[in-house]
């Protein structure tokens, strides 16, 4: 039969095993979404139920759409509603059959950031005027709707927590306000939907009959909601088919539980149980690591994952001095598999947090390495960062109003849309900024308190606009960050809110790196290198390196695959240790990391990283100490010094070192005759000298001021950019005559 000709030995028994509860343990790279699409055309094949009493369920509409596009490409058609996300799942069911609990067919659907400005009005309606329980509020609403527990149970459930009765009184009024609206969120779309299948026996009975066989993908990302509903629809056939790779359950954090595959046979006793340990993806060598990190789990079902595929090359250790020098490594690494065939898009660099992404992001525009950043917005373009930029825009330009506006209220200061209106009526009328109306804010119709609030925030920027003009760019940063509190409104004791105060230390951490260069640059030059940085190039987007969390491109394989930042804290993550949890789940993030490779697999770290505002030397990570034997390498871990500050050099291949060249150099100065004025070596058919006037694609036009190292770096001043360090080698300059 065409169906099974294009599957193994090991895919041909769970596909053909059709009646029963089935759990496939499908590993890394094994096949599992042709073996679920076959099994489906299998079952239609043999007349067994019409696609309509199918029900297969994925956890993302892509999955969805590859799914429907698979099937009708092996049987010429059919109606594929019910292959969806489980959240399309529940909409049909709730728009069709929601009227018996209450719930009207035309409801809204709120998105997280409505439901979180629906809290956001139901805490001021009830007068509450404690910032931190509208952030806890937050949190616990939505750990509530996760957990599928109303108002009163959530309540008892944590009743040990501080404030919880308030959290309370908050989340009846949020339910309350969006039953007023006829909306649900996200998270009501799973719990109304097991309320209904629970509360109302003839829409169960008639699902779960229409339902004959039952389909779920990624089984291992189920959370306990969810799971309930599955558990439901299979009632009455039992005919549940369960795919999924315990070693790949990583979104612990937003609910999903492990326990759900790891107990699958004691939930459904006469279960059979397959594995797809065949990998079709990684080299040998590859899936050798892979195999070495997951066997240190002790919570998982066990198997072993093998191929016929070469053995390939060895994984390589990088450690370099600082983040520079590993992004350097990087973009070494793909310029020369580019230079011999490649593509940009064979390779991804993947880190555990987005934070990390800035020295990639400035090493690849040096080199005009094309690129694209998931799992998170462009280093640039993140709020937190944008809200930094727009305090620096403001100071320098007290005209731009969008600026004004974007801080004014950044962090709270108890000035609303109304004032803001009024502020925007009276620039308009007098031809003035928003700054200026807030400097005049005595000729606002506003009540006393808030024109107090506007003379406080036009009096800082004001102290800010007059520092600027003799502070140093990084002092000045660090200023603007202290003073107006700006961490405050995003330390909220969450992994989001981590993540956006380390994004904060990291943008101190890049005006560092550009003051470093140009010791003597203004905050307009500053600014002016941002904006570049911040700009969506005009680039070719099926052939770009990809840039991503971890988890951004669970699902995906690339031919080159570099993890970067492996180092305690980092990975595993510092929360993992500080929650009490063990490194499981860190662990299995990394078996992931590891098996999105197909060819080549990168390890790197740095021996120091800037990070909670202050340079420290790292650790290696737990990992990489589990796989060394396997690397080939020897690990020993370096103790944590506060406030680390170490000189950067570069060795004569351009990497970062500790040793320092015998090349003096000074920092730039107008005259030119205390650098190194030996030429470069012949780079690429070019012979650098300094003083020497190039175009760089990026950064315009600039003049050789520095070359150090033997001539492997070049230090370049652009026009309005700034001091650029750049390789000599992998540099994209034209030499102007």
């Not at 109303?150 to 944590?158: I, L, N, S, V």
């Not at 202050?614 to 290696?620: E, G, K, Q, S």
């Not at 690397?631 to 406030?643: C, F, Y």
């Amino acid at each position: 039969m065409d169906i099974l000709d294009k599957l193994n030995d090991e895919q041909i028994k769970p596909v053909t095993d059709t009646e029963g509860a089935v759990l496939v343990l499908a590993g890394a790279g094994s096949g599992k979404t042709r073996v679920l699409t076959s099994r489906i055309a299998y079952i239609l094949s043999k007349g067994l139920a019409d696609l309509s009493g199918i029900l297969a369920i994925t956890f993302t509409n892509k999955a969805a759409g590859e799914m429907k596009q698979r099937l009708e490409n092996m049987l010429g058609g059919g109606d594929g509603k019910w292959i969806c996300t489980i959240h399309s799942m529940c909409v049909k069911i709730l728009r069709e059959f929601g009227g018996r609990i209450g719930v009207k067919h035309n409801f809204s659907i709120y998105s997280e950031v409505e439901r979180n400005n629906v809290i956001k009005k139901v805490y001021k309606d009830l007068d509450f005027d404690d910032e931190q329980l509208l952030k806890s509020a937050k949190y616990h609403i939505g750990n509530a709707k996760m957990l599928g527990l109303d108002p009163e149970q959530y309540g008892r459930k944590y009743a040990f927590e501080r404030g919880i009765d308030n959290v309370v009184i908050i989340y009846e009024k949020y339910c309350q306000r969006l039953k007023e609206n006829n909306a649900l969120d996200f998270d009501d779309l799973l719990t109304e939907t097991l309320r209904l299948l629970r509360q109302d026996g003839e829409t169960l009975e008639y699902l779960s009959d229409k339902f004959r066989y039952i389909h779920v993908d990624e089984f291992q990302d189920t959370n306990a909601v969810q799971y309930n509903i599955i558990k439901l629809l299979a009632k009455k056939h039992g005919n549940l088919f369960a795919v999924g790779d315990d070693d790949q359950s990583i979104y612990g954090w937003r609910g999903a539980e492990i326990e759900n595959i790891l107990r699958f046979d004691k939930d459904f006793p006469n279960a059979k149980i397959y594995k797809l340990e065949r990998n079709y993806r990684s080299t040998k060598s590859i899936l050798s690591l892979a195999n070495c990190i997951i066997k240190n789990n002790a919570r998982r079902r066990g198997k072993t994952l093998w191929t016929e595929a070469e053995q390939g090359a060895k994984p390589q250790y990088y450690q370099a001095e600082e983040e520079a020098g590993e992004a350097l490594f990087a973009a070494r690494k793909i310029l020369d598999g580019v230079a011999k065939g490649g593509k940009y898009s064979d390779y991804a660099v993947l880190m555990r947090i987005n934070a990390l992404t800035r020295p990639y992001e400035q090493e690849f525009a040096k080199y005009n390495i094309p690129y694209k950043v998931y799992g998170g917005f462009r280093f640039y373009e993140r709020k937190e960062i944008k809200d930094a930029l727009a305090y620096l825009r403001l100071i320098s330009n007290p005209f731009d109003s969008e600026a004004a506006e974007r801080i004014i209220n950044v962090p709270k200061r108890g000035i609303g849309g109304k004032t803001v209106q009024v502020m925007y009526d009276y620039a308009q009328s007098t031809g003035l900024s928003l700054y200026d109306a807030c400097v005049d804010c005595d000729m606002l119709d506003v009540s006393k308190g808030t024109r107090e609030k506007l003379k406080e925030f036009a009096a800082l920027i004001k102290d800010f606009i007059i520092s600027a003009q003799d502070t140093p760019v990084a002092q000045l940063v660090r200023d603007v960050i202290n003073f107006t509190d700006l961490r405050s409104a995003y330390d909220d004791g969450t992994d989001e809110g981590d993540g956006k105060l380390a994004n904060l230390d990291e943008f101190i951490a890049s005006v560092d790196d550009f003051t470093r260069l140009n010791p003597e640059a203004t905050l307009d030059e500053f600014l002016n290198q941002v904006t570049l940085s911040s700009d969506t190039d005009d680039m070719d987007d099926s052939d770009c390196v990809t840039v991503a969390t971890i988890h951004a491109v669970k699902g995906l394989e690339f031919p080159c695959v570099f993890i970067c930042g492996l180092e305690e804290k980092i990975m595993p993550s510092a929360r993992s240790e500080e929650d009490g949890r063990d490194y499981e789940e860190e662990r299995r993030l990394m078996y992931v990391a590891i098996t999105r490779a197909e060819k080549e697999l990168y390890l790197t770290r740095s021996k120091s990283r800037y990070l909670y505002g202050h340079r420290d030397l790292t650790a290696p990570s737990k990992f990489i100490k589990e796989l060394a034997t396997e690397l080939g390498v020897k690990i020993s871990s370096a103790p944590r010094i506060e406030n680390y500050r170490q000189q950067r050099y570069y060795d004569d291949s351009g990497y970062e070192s500790d040793i320092p060249p015998k090349t003096q150099t000074v920092s730039f100065k107008p005259a030119f005759g205390s650098f190194n004025n030996k030429p470069a070596p012949n780079s690429g058919n070019k012979t650098y000298a300094v003083g020497q006037r190039v175009m760089h694609r990026k950064f315009g036009i600039g003049m050789i001021v520095a070359i150090k190292n033997g001539g492997t770096v070049l230090n370049v001043a652009f026009d309005g950019q700034g001091i650029k360090e750049l390789s000599a080698s992998l540099a994209p300059l034209e030499i102007l005559k």
